[in-house]
């Protein structure tokens, strides 16, 4: 179903309702029976508080994470210490730092060392994110994201191969959360994986092979975290959680938890290399984008399910 009753392949918003109460009701109000919430959620979000969505929060389904989640979770200093409260987790060394406290005071106290990674604690992908490789980097860099964030996360930096691990959640094929085949990234800019707008993913990513994945131990460890993580967040759709090493051949730490990670697939003309990481996947195990998005319909939820579902309790 389409906004356009004959969508044309080079007019995005021919295929997309519009992301606001109006838009979902039409969608719902011509006969829609699952929602995919492929655009930011936040806790004001229609679908979760539109008392006009009521009426239909036991017949439609959405395919997505729960908003209000969404949104505590897009705050990373959170995601990192409920990780932290289970103990079982490996991650880089950090600290959250507040403007008030001075970065580079903070950062000597916390025997942290360059170069390191600064970063906002809210924020998706590479944005904002810079490799620091002196006190002076730092200055510079901590001074530009105060000016959006009250607080930034400086993390050390890990200096060898970044992965990216695909998680689905329970569904009626698999009632357990499981792993998509690891996506190894090169060609890092400066460091860091670039934006996938700037450089399609499909130029820098491959899938880490089975031959690979079993003579390297390291891998299943970091497949093993990464599940256990989605199953304690009660992710309820495809969540994309970045990886890599701390040096040539020592194990992963996690890094970064995409709760909508880029979904983008070569479906219609001008997008043929416009698969996503999830979507580079979903091919070395013999499916196609369409195959992918019949697998994460099975995981959709009653819209009831989603506006009620809960935090995590930290240990």
């Not at 993390?155 to 499981?178: C, G, K, Q």
Request: glycine content about 6%; proline content about 7%; charged content about 20%.
């Amino acid at each position: 179903m389409t906004p356009a009753s004959s969508p044309d392949p080079s007019k995005d918003g021919d295929w997309c309702f519009p992301d606001h109460e109006d838009g979902i009701l039409s969608a719902v109000k011509l006969g829609a029976t699952h929602l995919w919430a492929n655009a930011i959620l936040f806790a004001t979000h229609p679908l979760q508080i539109s008392r006009t969505l009521d009426a239909y929060a036991d017949s439609v389904s959405v395919i997505g994470q729960p908003p209000k989640l969404v949104e505590a979770y897009d705050d990373k200093a959170l995601v990192y210490n409920i990780m932290k409260s289970h103990g079982s987790i490996t991650l880089p060394n950090s600290a959250t730092i507040e403007a008030s406290q001075g970065v580079l005071k903070r950062v000597k106290t916390t025997g942290l060392r360059y170069p390191l990674v600064a970063k906002p604690v809210r924020g998706r992908g590479s944005y904002g994110v810079k490799l620091c490789h002196t006190e002076k980097d730092l200055h510079g860099h901590a001074k530009a994201l105060f000016e959006q964030s009250p607080k930034i996360i400086v993390e050390e930096y890990l200096a060898d191969e970044e992965a990216t691990v695909t998680i689905m959640p329970p569904s009626p094929f698999r009632p357990s959360y499981w792993a998509m085949p690891i996506v190894s990234r090169f060609n890092h800019l400066d460091g860091i994986a670039p934006y996938n707008g700037v450089v399609a993913v499909t130029a820098n990513s491959r899938v880490v092979s089975d031959a690979e994945f079993l003579k390297d131990p390291a891998y299943k460890r970091v497949v093993d975290e990464c599940t256990v993580v989605a199953s304690f967040l009660k992710t309820t759709a495809p969540t994309r959680i970045d990886v890599r090493r701390f040096s040539n051949g020592s194990g992963f730490a996690l890094f970064d938890v995409n709760m909508k990670p880029n979904m983008t697939g070569p479906g219609r003309p001008g997008r043929e290399d416009q698969a996503s990481l999830t979507a580079i996947a979903a091919r070395a195990m013999g499916w196609d984008y369409a195959r992918l998005l019949r697998e994460i319909l099975g995981s959709a939820a009653k819209l009831r399910a989603v506006r009620s579902a809960g935090l995590p309790s930290q240990r």
